[in-house]
């Protein structure tokens, strides 16, 4: 994939946002960037995150109650801390605060629970192409984030995009069709067909071999167009 940010960004949907809000700001210290209005009663609080975004998407009537996906915890570099700090924010998702370097992660890292270990080696070093951080076979590197897989019994067999918790992973990209095209042409699975949202992005989501979601993302504000191709 080519980059126009090297970092991947968090999707993250809740149902209490005055709870939410009040924890990522006030016990992590994210600062609110803005807030997206991405239609049907779906807000996204958007959060600077060391570089990345974590989009904290609240929806009118609620999210519904889904099985969580593979996305398990949230890793964020921390200095003056000598060991992590594992937290749980107030609807249960968990964030662990850890020494810049511990792992490999100097900014965010995300920890990927799966059902097949070598099936999604497999998919993010060649449909997603990504780097193996620092010959970690389990750790992948989009940019400066780290994205860790870990063997989970209990990991979804067909990930859903709709429901609490953390839901996606973005990758800004020059080319969203481009780069979709390609991710499928190399073994990905497709997930929804690339939209244009306003004069803001056009996106597209792929899947891995768990269904999760991973959203590919050419936003006009980093590629200057929304032109597809």
């Not at 993250?12 to 992590?28: C, M, R, V």
């Not at 807030?35 to 807000?43: A, D, E, K, S």
Request: proline letters at 6%; one cysteine or more; charged letters at 25%.
């Amino acid at each position: 994939m080519e980059l126009v940010k090297p970092r991947f960004d968090v999707g993250l949907a809740i149902n209490d946002l005055e709870a939410a809000l009040a924890f990522w700001q006030g016990e992590i210290g994210l600062k609110l960037d803005h807030v997206l209005p991405i239609g049907n009663g779906l807000h996204q609080h958007r959060h600077d995150l060391l570089g990345s975004v974590l989009k904290i998407n609240h929806a009118r009537d609620g999210m519904p109650e889904r099985p969580l996906s593979g996305y398990r915890e949230l890793l964020i570099a921390r200095e003056g801390l000598t060991a992590p700090r594992p937290l749980r924010d107030p609807e249960g998702n968990r964030v662990t605060l850890v020494p810049p370097g511990h792992g490999g992660v100097t900014r965010i890292g995300m920890v990927l629970g799966v059902r097949d270990v070598a099936a999604h080696r497999r998919f993010y070093g060649e449909a997603l192409e990504l780097p193996q951080a620092g010959g970690d076979a389990d750790a992948f590197l989009l940019g400066d984030s780290v994205l860790r897989i870990a063997a989970d019994a209990a990991a979804p067999a067909d990930a859903v995009l709709e429901g609490a918790g953390y839901r996606y992973l973005t990758a800004q990209v020059a080319s969203c069709d481009g780069a979709t095209a390609a991710i499928l042409a190399r073994g990905g699975r497709p997930g929804r067909e690339a939209i244009t949202l306003g004069d803001v992005a056009r996106f597209s989501f792929v899947r891995d071999p768990d269904g999760n979601w991973i959203e590919i993302s050419q936003r006009k504000s980093l590629t200057g167009s929304l032109a597809p191709g």
